[in-house]
């Protein structure tokens, strides 16, 4: 599993630079705090403007409010809400 890992932030850091992401660097895919993963606002934008041509990603960060029953805890419901104006 490691060596899968390993072998796919080496994929995404090679496609960030290939993106012009020259000040960003992809350690962990989880998206939680790591010393090795970093990025700059310009980077992280370059990226918004790849990802904002995927029909299905725009379609997913358009929704303004999502609710989603728990299969795990029976009569729990999740709810989230997006408030990011930017995307709105």
């Not at 995404?12 to 010393?35: I, P, T």
């Not at 999502?66 to 805890?73: E, G, Q, V």
Request: hydrophobic residues 40%; proline residues 1%; aromatic residues 10%.
């Amino acid at each position: 599993m490691a060596e899968c890992l390993a072998k796919f932030y080496e994929l995404m850091n090679e496609h960030a630079q290939m993106l012009g992401m020259k000040r960003s660097n992809f350690a962990v895919a989880h998206g939680m705090h790591n010393e090795n993963n970093y990025s700059t606002a310009a980077d992280i934008g370059k990226l918004c403007c790849v990802a904002m041509k995927n029909e299905a990603f725009r379609s997913i960060v358009s929704v303004s409010n999502h609710k989603h029953h728990s299969t795990a805890y029976p009569g729990h419901v999740y709810e989230w809400e997006n408030t990011n104006l930017l995307l709105k």
